[in-house]
């Protein structure tokens, strides 16, 4: 039996029959191979564990309301490109957090992080400020306001190309300007794009 139709065999078991060894079956066939295709998006192999099992634990406790509308194949890769877009927000969401605690509400293990996230935030600004004015408008409303291309060059009255011109100028800039900072740029602005 090819796995493709051993997958939608195993889905529809697992979904119509409420078939648990179906279940563990699909977990322990597909467990290994969705964690390596998250991490492609997250780089610590428990974080990866973790998206994938939270994707299983959701396909489990939701099987009865899914409705998929490709191959179960794509669905589950879907689930966990998805899941691990979801776990990179939510990281994105805590370091700024952390980083807007004043220094009293962290421990000492933060200081080195909030010093570099100050350092940071002050050479930002300070490479934004070199860049011309609409590369630096176009910039700040693509990673600070995390509006789309299209919405942009509508605000801006420019068209997209010219959007991706100025957000490709302006991530060239800073890639070169803060280097040293890449690891948190990567999480705090998206400069992998």
Not at 32 to 59: G, M, T, W
Not at 131 to 142: D, G, K, M
Not at 162 to 176: H, N, P, Q
Request: proline share 2%; aromatic share 12%; charged share 30%.
């Amino acid at each position: 039996m090819e796995i493709g139709h051993n997958l939608d065999f195993l889905f529809a078991r697992i979904v119509f029959q409420d078939d648990e060894v179906a279940f563990k079956k699909l977990f322990f066939d597909f467990f290994a191979p969705l964690c390596l295709f998250a991490s492609r998006y997250i780089e610590e192999k428990e974080a990866c564990e973790d998206v994938v099992q939270n994707v299983f634990f959701h396909l489990w406790h939701s099987r009865k309301h899914l409705q998929i509308n490709a191959s179960v194949r794509n669905f589950l890769l879907t689930s966990v490109r998805n899941a691990c877009i979801d776990y990179l927000r939510k990281q994105k969401l805590e370091i700024r957090y952390r980083a807007s605690l004043p220094m009293e509400e962290t421990d000492d293990r933060d200081a080195d992080t909030l010093l570099a996230m100050s350092e940071l935030k002050e050479r930002l600004e300070q490479a934004l400020s070199r860049l011309p004015e609409n590369v630096r408008h176009a910039f700040q409303l693509s990673r600070f306001e995390e509006k789309t291309y299209a919405a942009i060059a509508e605000d801006m009255g420019i068209s997209i190309k010219t959007v991706e011109a100025y957000i490709s100028k302006a991530l060239k800039l800073l890639r070169v300007e803060l280097k040293e900072f890449l690891p948190f740029l990567i999480l705090f602005l998206d400069l992998s794009r």
